[in-house]
């Protein structure tokens, strides 16, 4: 009798999840927008994924010349065309992209926990000395430009993809630490925390359990979002040289060495400018579709 109930509650709760799910991806394909940035993301990632195996050129990706071919117009053989030293941009620009969305998930790994965390302690001892240390702290890292900091931080460090996702993730928990705290003081006070104080709860139940919960779909939009600014400023710390190292192909080391034969050889840029475009729009629609899947407004 007790196995039977436990299994009518596990497919109640199933059933339950399965409504969610198919209620949230009706309000986000009532989007159109969101569902083509989903399509080109999810064409993005699987090309970065599947690079060795569906690039014409994997072997460009690597040390290698041939000056022969150097500086050619796109063509059927080399869809983008050749950089000057005879490397197809088309094979480069896919696995440029592997580099583009490491950057973005291990900033976002990085950067996002700490604020998260932050976040709560200072929003549930709201009023104290403990928001005061965690919040000051939190502004003087906002007060200067992320670009500015994390230009600082790389321009101290060797110039490498390491170095330069330690500097973008230092320079990324203050927004999710101030996001968080907001929302976690203003849930400080209502029922259900209240309730759980009362019943005895320890103060890390209270805030991970409790709190936490309902800030996540906020941070989760957020993140989306984020992503394709972390992508834009690697690809400008790459583009001045405190990135992506050549001979890797990053996408903001393309775009510079690209813009040293403009205009003659455009191709060399544009191509490159146009896949970080993509990747960046593609992380915009599905973060302003993710923004209405969690919205609390009636369809």
């Not at 970065?48 to 000056?67: G, M, Q, S, W």
């Not at 779909?217 to 690809?235: E, H, R």
Request: with cysteine; glycine share 8%.
């Amino acid at each position: 009798m007790q196995w039977e109930e436990r299994r009518a509650d596990l497919k109640a709760t199933l059933a339950q999840k399965r409504h969610g799910l198919s209620r949230g991806w009706y309000k986000f394909s009532r989007n159109p927008l969101s569902v083509i940035g989903l399509a080109v993301l999810a064409i993005i990632v699987l090309a970065a994924v599947l690079a060795p195996y569906i690039t014409p050129y994997p072997e460009h990706a690597k040390p290698y010349t041939n000056f022969q071919d150097g500086g050619k117009p796109p063509s059927l053989e080399y869809f983008f065309g050749t950089d000057r030293v005879g490397r197809d941009i088309f094979s480069r620009v896919i696995f440029g992209y592997r580099f583009s969305l490491m950057i973005g998930i291990v900033v976002l790994a990085l950067g996002v926990a700490p604020g998260i965390i932050l976040g709560l302690i200072a929003g549930y001892h709201q009023g104290t000395w403990i928001e005061s240390v965690i919040m000051r702290i939190t502004d003087v890292f906002l007060a200067v430009p992320p670009l500015v900091l994390a230009l600082a931080i790389t321009a101290m460090l060797t110039p490498n993809l390491m170095n330069q996702m330690m500097a973008i993730a230092l320079v990324w928990w203050p927004w999710y630490a101030r996001l968080v705290f907001a929302l976690a003081s203003s849930l400080r006070s209502e029922y259900f925390v209240r309730e759980a104080e009362l019943t005895g709860a320890s103060k890390f139940h209270i805030m991970f359990k409790e709190i936490f919960p309902n800030c996540l779909a906020p941070v989760l939009t957020k993140m989306t979002l984020d992503m394709g600014i972390v992508i834009l400023l690697g690809a400008t710390l790459s583009f001045i040289g405190l990135g992506v190292q050549p001979p890797k192909p990053g996408l903001g080391t393309m775009v510079a060495e690209g813009a040293k034969r403009l205009p003659g050889e455009w191709w060399g840029t544009i191509f490159p400018a146009l896949a970080i475009v993509a990747v960046i729009l593609a992380f915009n629609l599905v973060g302003d579709g993710l923004r209405d899947v969690f919205s609390v407004e009636e369809v």
